[in-house]
């Protein structure tokens, strides 16, 4: 609730003039929202720092009901939000390679395919929210995304590959094109997330290629058993 500065009663957000002291309050409110927005943004990237998407979620959009552009301003131009979610998003990205490698152990643990839906999920929203922020590191934004969507379309029973592998390629392109056609910024990051995306897609590469060997030879081991029983 902002205060007159005239005569320090409550004044509305709306009122442009104290109708007690007839005070301008127009700066007085528009400097309280700021501050308000702004301790509403230190919340936010404390909960980024959390992990916790959700509630990040429902602060954004209550400092946008304070002041719609105010607030995305304020938010936009905090360069924590836009690797607080980038950094969520390589969190799912770990999480969906470790899975990968453990379902294609030959005795390997008892994975829930709706968990993995879940959390791939959870990070495609995620880096979807960072596109409003990604003017910080545009090839950032799409080799991560690019790497998010290679991890994702390893689930072929859970998603589209071909799809996925398509965005990952469109993705892995607008990041590289950014790089090259801007002299001026080193985008170190960026360039460090695409070789690391490489290196990620040629490792489950070969996994993929090594279980499918492995399919393999325990269809011809059982064949063999099955004529030698006959």
């Not at 360069?79 to 390997?108: A, C, M, P, S, W």
């Amino acid at each position: 609730m902002p205060y007159c500065r005239g005569c320090g009663k409550s004044i509305e957000s709306d009122w442009k003039a104290c109708p007690y002291c007839q005070e301008n309050v127009a700066i007085t409110v528009r400097t309280d929202r700021n501050r308000e927005i702004n301790n509403l943004l230190e919340l936010a990237v404390m909960k980024l720092n959390q992990n916790d998407i959700s509630e990040f979620d429902r602060i954004f959009l209550k400092a946008k009901e304070i002041d719609v552009k105010a607030g995305l301003l304020q938010f936009q131009d905090d360069e924590r939000v836009f690797h607080g979610l980038l950094n969520f998003v390589d969190l799912k990205i770990t999480y969906l390679v470790k899975t990968y490698k453990q379902i294609n152990q030959l005795f390997g643990p008892e994975i829930n395919k709706f968990v993995i839906e879940i959390e791939g999920n959870a990070a495609l929203s995620t880096i979807n929210k960072a596109d409003i922020f990604k003017h910080h590191d545009p090839p950032l934004y799409n080799a991560l995304y690019s790497a998010l969507l290679t991890a994702m379309s390893k689930f072929d029973l859970i998603w589209d590959k071909n799809t996925l592998k398509a965005r990952a390629e469109i993705h892995r392109i607008l990041a590289i094109g950014h790089i090259d056609n801007d002299e001026m910024n080193d985008y170190r990051k960026a360039k460090i997330v695409l070789k690391r995306s490489l290196r990620m897609k040629k490792e489950l590469d070969n996994i993929s290629d090594f279980t499918m060997v492995k399919i393999v030879m325990i269809f011809i081991l059982l064949a063999i058993m099955l004529f030698v029983l006959i």
